[in-house]
């Protein structure tokens, strides 16, 4: 978009709260070469203010008008500021400082700040802290341009106290002792955007590893042995495959000046891809002995995932937050590609299709989805651009893209897109120009329906046969919402026999197709959809398949054919719950493949807490106990049981299941062929507490006493009001949740609240669903990016009575002028309730 030059003429950019896309165009048309030199004196003291003075310098194209900087703090954190060498009053207003256009010149101007630095973003625990300022958290800490597409370099300075240890986006340049502190001051940074500038600091142990050329830093608090003798190598080694992988796919060697990482206690995401300073979630890096695969895998995805992000999102950055997700899908379709070959024994396809599709389904299937590419006029609504879509329906969208392309030509758009825009700033447009230039399809009608629109297809066929063959077989879709849409896609559908299955590709560019390889086959006994799990939308289900399902040998197939279940049971078509459920049963013994157990035993779960009338729960949950427990038995993977062994922790009812949970805690003798680890007993402990067991109060104390870790147990010792049996503790929790000082490690909100709105405690808790609607404006002002989606999915996930239901029309009718965004994920989390009261109702 062309913008014209600004003069004193010119129209003067208003001042408004956050980052307007307005402002933020004005600044790229006339701001460049930015460099921040800043200066963070930190005390030991989490209380104590943390003093920062500031050296901004910038080229400005045209003077005339004021300059906007963004600090979204109280103006008496502001102590003094020089503009070209002279003091100018402090004029903060709006969350910008204002920089007067009479003290500013065309060309290099400097601008000297002293200030404390604001906290919100800078996540301050009693013996470290870590910067996290996606998307527009910079400006929480210190003055700046805080928008993607004003690239910077940094030079920052860290006073910190001696014992501590640090980490930043630039290589350290030297250290200064004194007076029992030591300055770390690090060299200038890589051209960044400010969301990326990052530091963590604190009581770290530090590790480094050298191979190929690179040493790697690692910063960690983890203290359990075990985890850390299983660890630490794998660790190491998958960021060095995802790093050779992603150098090997683009053509680019890694792009910037060295490559760190940080493992953080009860971190709010995986990881964030801050360059030369990786963040993670400790708890996902540290695996145990008794780890899944899954979690294996998991790790090496998330891994995976940040590593990518250093070429998609950091080399080249989204021009404006309406396309974070182009970042987030790249690292994900990068992520799932490495950790195929990166890890042994992995199933690309399966992983593929456990992960992406349930999660894009959650949105996309309720009144609140939303396109994978959505409108943004300001940057302070950025954080509701997250979510499902972008991280699981994108990924599918983009691996249909490179099918309808040709892995090659998909490639060779990639590399063409990260040179041209090296160090720079793209949009989506940008890349689909490159790739439409390639292809012969229609990129832009394509891209219409998978990006800019919100849903799902849903199809149905008809299967016509003579003489005991097929004479027409005819598939046909449009949108779940019932509109005449239509999504271009390929995937597969299986004829199935007795002994053996007939796979066909059908190439669905048209609302109705036609199957002439179908004509002439035998009758099948039924088809079944989408087997390599590469199709999007709600497809039919016939009720004979379930006879047949857990005999056939492909797991795609399978884990494809669970997930299409359970659609249909949510849209009240084809299957009941009960119906599942019952078959889902059946199959814990016959189902083998780790994953597959982990969707069934999920979705069975789901079913019995959510789509069960409560009154049928008792008379059912021995049964299911026994059958959980005699299959965990019969398994001969030891990951297979652990995963019967979780599932029959949920289900637990009977006193008999919880006499045999505490015994197994109490003992800390796990079920024959099962390991757990301390989290797991800590998980055991948490059960019986949330079912009111005997004598639960000392249960939880004695395991506070086990909990070695001071950070594991700070989490444990937060959570237990939650727990309390006695519903005043419980209500004087909820209500602490109000001040925004009792929300600040966000994890451990929301581990606390999964308990405190647990179905047992439903009776008792869903008078906390109002003011938990009330409450999420706030939220969304004082949290970071998935914490509203979480607050909200959290605390409704497990309700299905007409009162909770009720809750939230009432809540939307008395705001009919509610956030858009906000309410969509209202409308997100609370689908479930919708569709259970629904179904609980209907008795199905």
């Not at 989506?428 to 990006?451: C, H, K």
Request: charged residues 20%.
């Amino acid at each position: 978009m062309k913008h014209a030059s600004p003069s004193s003429s010119s129209p003067v950019v208003p001042v408004v709260p956050g980052v307007s896309k307005l402002l933020a165009d004005f600044r790229l048309q006339q701001l460049s070469q930015i460099n921040y030199d800043l200066h963070l004196t930190i005390p030991a003291q989490k209380e104590a203010p943390i003093q920062a003075s500031e050296v901004i310098t910038f080229e400005l194209k045209e003077k005339g008008q004021p300059v906007q900087l963004d600090f979204k703090e109280t103006s008496d954190k502001l102590k003094q500021v020089k503009v070209n060498g002279v003091i100018v009053p402090i004029a903060h207003t709006q969350e910008h400082l204002i920089l007067p256009a009479r003290h500013l010149r065309k060309g290099e101007n400097q601008v000297e700040i002293t200030s404390t630095a604001g906290n919100l973003s800078l996540n301050r625990q009693q013996d470290f802290l870590y910067t996290l300022l996606v998307p527009d958290r910079a400006r929480t800490v210190f003055p700046c341009f805080d928008q993607p597409s004003l690239k910077a370099t940094f030079t920052l300075a860290l006073t910190l106290p001696q014992e501590w240890k640090a980490l930043a986006n630039a290589p350290l340049q030297d250290s200064v002792l004194s007076a029992g502190q030591k300055t770390y001051r690090y060299q200038k940074s890589d051209l960044i955007p400010t969301y990326l500038f990052s530091f963590a600091a604190g009581k770290f142990d530090h590790l480094a590893q050298t191979a190929n050329g690179r040493t790697m830093h690692f910063l960690h608090r983890e203290t359990d042995k075990e985890k850390l003798q299983q660890s630490l190598s794998p660790i190491f080694q998958i960021h060095r495959d995802a790093l050779q992988f992603m150098e090997a796919y683009t053509g680019i060697n890694y792009p910037f000046q060295k490559f760190d990482f940080v493992a953080i206690p009860d971190f709010q995401y995986g990881g964030m891809e801050h360059v030369g300073a990786i963040q993670y979630k400790a708890s996902t890096l540290f695996l145990d002995e008794g780890a899944t695969q899954d979690q294996k895998i998991s790790r090496s995805s998330l891994i995976s995932h940040e590593t990518a992000h250093m070429w998609f999102g950091d080399l080249v950055t989204m021009e404006w937050f309406n396309d974070v997700w182009m970042k987030e899908v790249f690292a994900n379709f990068m992520a799932d590609k490495i950790t195929q070959v990166a890890v042994p024994n992995s199933n690309f396809d399966l992983k593929f299709v456990v992960d992406h599709l349930p999660a894009a389904y959650g949105v996309d299937r309720t009144a609140g989805a939303n396109p994978i590419r959505q409108e943004l006029d300001n940057l302070q609504d950025a954080g509701s651009m997250y979510g499902n879509i972008i991280y699981h329906k994108a990924p599918v969208m983009m691996r249909q893209l490179e099918r309808l392309m040709g892995e090659e030509a998909f490639r060779k758009g990639l590399q063409q897109y990260l040179k041209k825009y090296a160090f720079g700033n793209a949009t989506w447009p940008d890349l689909i120009q490159i790739l439409d230039d390639l292809t012969p399809a229609d990129l832009q009608a394509w891209n219409q329906v998978w990006v800019n629109e919100p849903g799902r297809p849903q199809f149905e066929y008809t299967l016509q046969t003579q003489g005991g063959k097929i004479s027409n077989l005819t598939i046909r879709q449009k949108g779940e919402d019932g509109s005449a849409r239509f999504w271009p896609q390929f995937f597969e559908l299986a004829l199935v026999y007795p002994n053996r299955i007939q796979e066909l590709t059908v190439n669905m560019n048209e609302a109705e197709v036609t199957l002439p390889e179908a004509v002439g086959q035998e009758k099948p006994l039924f088809v079944l959809f989408d087997v390599t799990g590469q199709g999007y939308g709600v497809f039919p289900v016939d009720a004979q398949m379930l006879t047949g399902l857990y005999s056939l040998k492909n797991p795609v197939a399978r884990a494809s054919a669970y997930i299409n279940l359970y659609e249909n049971l949510q849209n009240g078509r084809s299957v009941t719950p009960r119906q599942l459920l019952d078959f889902y049963r059946s199959g814990l013994s016959k189902e083998t493949e780790e994953l597959n157990v982990k969707l069934l035993t999920g979705q069975l779960s789901d079913i019995f807490w959510r789509f069960l009338p409560a009154t049928q729960r008792p008379a059912l949950a021995p049964q299911l106990e026994q059958e959980l427990w005699a299959a965990l038995e019969k398994a001969t993977s030891g990951n297979v049981k652990k995963l019967l062994f979780k599932t029959y922790q949920s289900i637990a009812l009977s006193a008999a299941a919880q006499n045999r949970l505490y015994q197994i805690w109490d003992q800390e003798q796990a079920p024959a062929g099962v390991k757990l680890s301390e989290d797991d007993y800590t998980s055991l402990a948490l059960a019986l507490a949330v079912r009111d067991y005997q004598n639960s109060p000392q249960i939880l104390a004695r395991q506070m006493a086990r909990i070695p870790n001071p950070d594991r147990k700070k989490r444990l010792q937060f959570m237990l009001p939650a727990l309390s049996g006695q519903v005043q503790e419980r209500d004087a929790f909820f209500a602490s949740l109000k001040k925004e000082e009792n929300r600040e490690v966000e994890s451990w909100v929301l581990a606390a609240l999964g308990y405190l709105h647990h179905p047992l405690r439903a009776a008792t808790s869903e008078k906390y669903l109002p003011e938990s609607l009330n409450l999420l404006e706030e939220i969304q002002r004082t949290g970071d990016i998935f914490f509203p989606a979480s607050w909200l999915s959290v605390t409704f996930g497990s309700y299905q009575s007409a009162g909770a239901a009720q809750t939230v029309r009432a809540f939307l009718q008395a705001h009919p002028a509610y956030n858009p965004k906000l309410k969509g994920k209202i409308l997100q989390a609370a689908d479930g309730v919708f569709r259970a009261e629904k179904l609980v109702q209907s008795g199905k």
